[in-house]
């Protein structure tokens, strides 16, 4: 092969190379950046005045003071608008049946959105549900409602060949010659007078638990069931995974046993998640009976068996790489193979241990197919420690798809969904930050 | 053309059939510290070693030199038991230290690796700091109770490995970060931590550039007064320098034995000759 054969090649090679790496970083960014946008969005977002009541009475957050002075501001434009509403009631009584009718299911549904606007209108029975207790706490929410109340939506289903088109008809005009029709401008123009939006920082996001099914409030609970079944499933799996480890380098010998024992290990780490899931169900909670339904300790028994054949390996390996030299050292020295162990061979294959026990704890704490069946639920408190063996516990993971999928206000809380997605990858990105620094702490201790 | 003829001799000597060849020159010494009879290593079906038989004497320095893959290592870590680490090895016949068999049932190997110690081709410190890797075989051992007995052995051991000058000042510093013959001489001083009785070298200065070679030459010459000393080597300049006897291996077979000055002036083998004029190597 002739040098500018060899050259053109080499630059091929690299370009290619070069490209895939690229549209590895470009799919990435097209992934995380949104995710970041919106899950920063749960947090730092433009707060109403129903936020802020709603954090003060639910969770004593903020300053009764300053809340009040808001509340007495925004109070007469909040006034005038239910004023107007009951004008229009009295105003309703006096037009004729058919009329009447036709009016007042018009109104009622201007009323919801009023309502979901700033919360309950008085005189109406209080609602028991706590998303009905307050107004729309998010200003962007708040602007959509708007847009709700101010123009119908309506579907043009003319053309039976083409689906329907979704169009918009001014509200104001349904009630064009009644006395109803100023609200609208009226609400258009204060808006922002009646809910006060302000730019809020909302830690609490991160360390509250929530309220109603996530309508409200935090991610706590779930940020919580994450860390103790990751945790839990460490405890577990990452001592046992590297005395096996410990097992298939220093003291099994080759025979058909062990390579039989080697090919499982390999085949389990290939075994489909949602398979673990059941077995959990099937072994953990059904034969054994750790629990007597889900709870956290099935969930992270079944996640360390998931985890356990990926940290034999990481262990394996580190363990193999330790130089031949230190144990020929140690053994020269008249140490018993336990002690070389212990003292030589460990020490130095640890970072290599750690790094593979960090990235299943990340791989831990992001699977969701084995906690459906095992430790996971929807909707619940936040558990504490002493509980960890017999409830379950909502978890990041099974949440996120809960509320995208399967909960019933799905579209409300879209920031929630975002916030949480953000948390979990968080959370496994500063896992595996701090098995690189961990990492390189410990080799720079060994090598000096 | 007499030069590619002689080649041609000599390898047709080393290939030809293999049948026993006894061992030429005096094997046992006055003061035996190390007794070997008839000792036969196979790893699994191939046999490594045949009968090799020869003493160490108490205070000597004991060459043992030959061809790459002549045995000469294997037979050097069957003296501390070294080959049990390996799945496969088995070793046959005496091997007398102290007037016992270091293979009997009855041996605890470590004891024995601490009383025969060994220092690698390779330098291998641990992973540690200077301090621990002398400090840690005596741990091990129980020799240490308390720290003042530490920083003794520490200091002791390092002036006989004639390293201590050098790093008394950062002890505390990992010792894979000396150069490759202080590495080396920390290698030996953490085997004379435990005060061994005879120290096995395995080409100790094979990694090690000449001046590095030359102190670690001078080191063994010192160390000879209080431990008995068996080392390979593949240089002939070295085995002249610093060893009293000399062993010749080859192919597994114990050819020659003798006083160095008289293996490297007048060798009695026909092959040991060849070696050591440089014909083969």
């Given amino acids: 092969m002739n040098i500018g054969t060899r050259k053109i090649l080499d630059r091929s090679f690299t370009a290619v190379g070069l490209t895939s790496i690229l549209l590895m970083a470009l799919a990435l960014l097209v992934v995380v950046v949104p995710i970041v946008s919106g899950g920063i969005g749960a947090i730092f977002f433009k707060g109403t005045i129903e936020h802020r009541k709603l954090q003060l009475r639910e969770f004593d957050n903020g300053n009764r003071e300053v809340l009040d002075r808001q509340i007495a501001e925004s109070e007469p434009y909040r006034q005038e608008v239910f004023r107007m509403l009951d004008a229009f009631a009295a105003e309703l009584e006096t037009f004729e049946p058919t009329r009447k009718r036709e009016y007042s299911s018009k109104v009622s549904s201007v009323k919801d959105i009023v309502s979901h606007l700033l919360g309950p209108v008085p005189g109406e029975p209080e609602p028991i549900l706590l998303r009905f207790q307050y107004g729309t706490t998010r200003w962007e929410k708040a602007e959509e409602s708007l847009h709700d109340l101010m123009f119908v939506t309506k579907w043009d289903t003319s053309n039976p060949e083409e689906m329907g088109k979704q169009y918009f008809v001014p509200r104001v005009d349904e009630f064009a010659g009644t006395s109803l029709a100023a609200l609208f401008p009226y609400i258009e123009e204060n808006l922002e007078k009646m809910l006060l939006p302000e730019q809020t920082f909302y830690w609490g996001f991160l360390t509250e638990r929530s309220l109603d099914a996530h309508i409200f409030g935090g991610v706590w609970a779930e940020i919580q069931g994450t860390l103790f079944l990751a945790i839990g499933a460490m405890l577990f799996a990452f001592p046992m995974g590297v005395i096996a480890a410990i097992y298939f380098t220093e003291y099994a010998r080759e025979n058909v046993f062990t390579s039989i024992l080697r090919s499982a290990n390999s085949t389990l780490a290939g075994v489909p998640s949602i398979v673990f899931g059941l077995f959990g169900l099937a072994f953990f909670i059904n034969t054994i009976k750790v629990s007597d339904s889900k709870s956290v300790l099935a969930g992270s028994l079944t996640l360390a068996i998931m985890i356990l054949p990926t940290i034999i390996r990481a262990a394996e390996e580190a363990i193999l790489s330790v130089p031949k030299t230190y144990k020929e050292a140690s053994i020269g020295l008249g140490s018993t193979k336990w002690r070389t162990i212990v003292t030589v061979i460990l020490p130095a294959a640890l970072p290599g241990i750690i790094t593979g026990g960090i990235i299943s704890l990340g791989r831990a704490a992001g699977e969701t197919a084995p906690i459906i069946f095992t430790a996971a639920v929807s909707v619940g408190a936040t558990i504490g420690l002493g509980d960890v063996l017999t409830s379950p516990t909502p978890a990041l993971s099974w949440n996120i798809y809960n509320l995208a999928s399967e909960h019933e206000a799905a579209n409300e809380i879209r920031h929630v969904q975002y916030g949480m997605v953000l948390a979990l990858i968080s959370i496994v990105l500063l896992l595996n930050l701090s098995a690189i620094l961990l990492r390189a702490r410990i080799s720079k201790k060994l090598k000096g | ?281």
């Avoid at chain 2, 007499?2 to 000599?10: A, G, I, S, T, Y």
């Avoid at chain 2, 004991?62 to 049990?84: E, H, Q, V, W």
């Avoid at chain 2, 490297?264 to 083969?280: A, C, N, V, W």
């Fill in chain 2, 1 to 281: 053309m007499q030069e590619v003829l002689n080649k041609k001799n000599v390898e047709k000597r080393i290939l030809a059939p293999r049948e026993s060849r006894d061992t030429i020159g005096r094997i046992n010494v006055s003061n035996p510290r190390m007794i070997c009879r008839d000792v036969n290593v196979y790893y699994g079906d191939k046999q490594a070693i045949r009968n090799v038989s020869i003493d160490i004497g108490c205070n000597e320095v004991l060459a043992m030199i030959g061809p790459s893959g002549c045995g000469k290592s294997t037979f050097l870590r069957c003296l501390n038991r070294m080959n049990d680490t390996i799945d496969n090895c088995r070793v046959t016949g005496e091997i007398l230290f102290d007037d016992k068999d270091i293979y009997d049932s009855s041996i605890d190997v470590v004891p024995l690796r601490a009383q025969i110690g060994m220092v690698f081709q390779k330098p291998n410190p641990f992973p540690k700091t200077i301090y621990e890797n002398v400090a840690w075989a005596p741990r091990i051992h129980g020799i240490i109770e308390s720290k003042s007995d530490a920083d003794e052995i520490v200091e002791t051991s390092l002036q006989k490995a004639g390293l201590w000058g050098e790093v008394k000042d950062r002890l505390d510093q990992p010792g894979n970060g000396l150069s490759g013959g202080q590495q080396q001489r920390l290698c030996i001083a953490r085997a004379i931590a435990v005060s061994p009785e005879v120290i096995l070298m395995d080409e100790p200065c094979s990694a090690l550039d000449p001046i590095a070679t030359a102190k670690i030459e001078d080191l063994i010459e010192e160390l000879r007064t209080q431990y008995t000393i068996a080392i390979v080597t593949h240089s002939m300049q070295q085995a002249s320098r610093v060893s009293q006897r000399t062993a010749f291996f080859h192919l597994g077979d114990l050819i020659e034995v003798g006083a160095t000055e008289a293996i490297f002036t007048k060798p009695s083998h026909q092959l040991t000759e060849d070696y050591i004029t440089g014909r083969y190597g």
